[in-house]
């Protein structure tokens, strides 16, 4: 009943690049997508209460996606691009309030 | 799903879920306890707390007398805060924390746990008696590790938050199928798969609550510390726009006999319709900033977010702040909804209060926890198989030994810390003592079992000596406080008899799941185990 390991990641690097991707790549996307949210939307308390508990989900939908793709590192071009994105949202955001 | 998909899945699930698999079965053990926490403190106190669920007025204490009954003893209140837990009865215990001033002297610095009689207000010093709930409770998130431990629980609950929607996915085209398919008489790995599966389907929305709202208490930190990012990294201000302002500046001396705290009492018992207030706070004492804080609910039958919570500036003679549990705004009711879930703190079932609905999470979180053994049983049997290396077979089934060690020994040792708390005179009640006894004894009954190498041994010995030392509890109970089980059934404490009866329906089971356990058909060579799997040809394989 294993999985079969034929369809697993056996290199360590691959390991390495998937397991970090679905753990720091998907809390980044997660927070920074919504921290973009807070930063452009006019009811900021009410996006970090749901944040509260919306973080862990959409951090827990964004674990599984480097699972699913072959390449790892592709999986952190795609997360680190996203997050360099809602990053640039919220600079602006931030910088045109002040 | 593809196949490739699916067997993703699969390996994600059975990795989340063995690395977690000892931490989470000690948070759901440890949690399933703590759910009885307060009961259980009352039962080792003995002392009568009536469960009732009048309503006690704030006006109930004169706070005026309370604080004048203090300085009179010597304290100087100037920045320090009292917090009461209104309980009613004729010895009121409170908590008087060390002033915040800078200036104060070491004596005002410390904190007070104190009580004080409600006829006479004199104030008494009320005794440390650490209780072994507490140390379930603390247990219950690793907290014995401090802050690392917190974290560490939190990190526990969102892998189980993973291992779950894996589990979800992986079941999800047969799930109704699995849910129904019971072989007791099949090999072992097909009666693990079947137990794991279908208790693990019942238990899904439980577990998917307690997954979810024990990250967020535990991780609850990457909130504020990521949200900050907004205020430059200043996590207060996040949290000010989150909560609204709390000022923590103690303003100057003031003082105190101007002013008078009774009329909010008054205010608070009048504030909104069936309000019971609970907790009531007189926070920095003879300052400016003098607040009267309450927090109360209204009946939980009334509606399911039930809490309110009113502060007034004593200085100013005005409300600071308030929650109206009538009308609470979105942002307002998350932490309320996610505390009253988790603590099982709602529904009003029954005479007994809560209790009815804890039994019933009670019996899920011990199913969680047969759900998580079952799962690394299913792990050691797939892998206790002809092509895998006897090195590696060797290895797994070592792991398999320290693992049903670890969790299984928890319930003897449990029973028996019940035992000690009862038998010891309360000033042994300590912090130290209970972790010594508790943790001491997990151990060597953890290495015990280990060293003995036999999964049948540990399961059927662990499940002997909780259900001996289970029965013994009413008894020893009833024998050193004279609350046997009937008798404080007949006079309504409630909260001792539950205890009793809890460990009278646990130990029944342990004793009749030994009466009924058949000892393994000796050690059955590799060979014709594969050759019996084979002759029972699987009607269904699950995966």
Wanted: net charge neutral; proline share 3%.
């Amino acid at each position: 009943m294993p999985a079969n390991p034929k369809y697993l990641t056996a290199s360590k690097r691959q390991r390495f690049a998937k397991a970090s991707a679905s753990i720091l790549g998907g809390f980044l996307v997660a927070a920074s997508f919504h921290l973009a949210l807070a930063a452009w939307l006019p009811d900021r308390k009410n996006i970090f209460a749901t944040y509260s508990f919306s973080l862990f989900l959409v951090w827990m939908g964004l674990m599984f996606i480097p699972y699913l793709m072959k390449n790892g590192w592709t999986c952190w071009l795609w997360y680190g691009s996203i997050t360099l994105f809602f990053s640039v949202i919220i600079y602006l955001a931030e910088s045109s309030t002040i | 799903m593809s196949k490739r998909n699916y067997n993703v899945f699969f390996h994600l699930h059975t990795v989340s879920g063995i690395v977690i698999s000892v931490g989470l079965y000690i948070i759901f053990f440890a949690g399933a306890f703590t759910l009885f926490e307060k009961a259980i403190h009352h039962w080792e106190e003995g002392e009568a707390h009536a469960t009732t669920t009048e309503t006690i007025p704030a006006t109930s204490i004169d706070y005026d007398r309370l604080t004048d009954s203090l300085q009179a003893k010597g304290y100087d209140l100037y920045g320090r805060s009292l917090y009461i837990t209104l309980e009613g009865g004729e010895k009121q215990a409170f908590f008087l924390s060390g002033s915040t001033d800078s200036l104060a002297s070491e004596a005002d610095r410390k904190e007070a746990q104190l009580s004080f009689n409600t006829t006479t207000y004199e104030i008494a010093d009320q005794p440390e008696r650490y209780s072994f709930g507490s140390l379930l409770y603390l247990l219950h998130f690793f907290y014995q590790l401090d802050r690392p431990g917190y974290y560490l629980s939190g990190a526990v609950a969102l892998f189980f938050l993973f291992a779950l929607i894996t589990g979800l996915v992986i079941h999800w085209k047969k799930i109704v199928l699995s849910f129904y398919v019971f072989r007791p008489g099949a090999k072992l790995k097909t009666i693990w798969t079947d137990a794991h599966t279908a208790l693990g389907t019942i238990g899904i929305p439980f577990q998917f609550m307690y997954a979810l709202t024990g990250a967020m208490f535990g991780l609850g930190v990457l909130v504020g510390t990521s949200g900050s990012v907004l205020y430059e990294g200043d996590t207060e201000k996040f949290y000010a726009e989150l909560y609204g302002e709390h000022n923590n500046v103690l303003g100057e001396r003031v003082e105190a006999s101007a002013y008078r705290l009774n009329p909010y009492a008054d205010s608070v018992d009048h504030r909104w319709a069936d309000f019971a207030p609970k907790y009531i706070g007189l926070l920095k004492l003879e300052s400016e900033n003098m607040q009267f804080r309450a927090y109360g609910y209204l009946d939980s039958k009334a509606q399911f977010l039930n809490n309110g919570e009113v502060v007034y500036d004593v200085v100013l003679g005005k409300v600071n702040h308030e929650h109206n549990p009538y009308e609470m705004s979105y942002a307002e009711s998350i932490w309320p909804t996610v505390s009253r879930l988790h603590y099982a703190d709602y529904g009003n079932l029954g005479t007994l209060g809560d209790y009815t609905l804890k039994f019933i999470y009670f019996i899920l979180a011990v199913m969680t926890c047969f759900v998580i053994i079952s799962g690394v049983l299913i792990w050691l049997e797939a892998r206790n198989k002809r092509n895998v290396p006897e090195k590696e077979r060797r290895y797994n089934e070592r792991v398999g030994h320290i693992y049903l060690a670890i969790c299984l020994s928890m319930l003897p040792m449990t029973a028996l810390t019940f035992i000690v708390a009862k038998l010891i005179p309360v000033g042994w009640a300590t912090e130290t003592f209970f972790n010594s006894v508790f943790f001491g004894g997990w151990l060597l009954l953890s290495v015990f079992f280990w060293r003995k190498q036999d999964n049948y041994f540990t399961n059927r010995y662990t499940l002997l000596a909780s259900g001996a030392l289970g029965m013994l509890i009413p008894l020893v109970n009833g024998l050193v406080s004279g609350h046997w089980i009937w008798r404080a059934f007949l006079n309504h404490q409630y909260e001792i008899f539950i205890i009793d009866v809890l460990w009278l329906f646990l130990a029944t089971i342990c004793l009749f799941t030994v009466y009924r356990m058949k000892k393994p058909t000796a050690k059955v060579p590799i060979q014709t185990r594969r050759k019996r799997s084979v002759a029972t040809k699987e009607v269904f394989q699950p995966s």
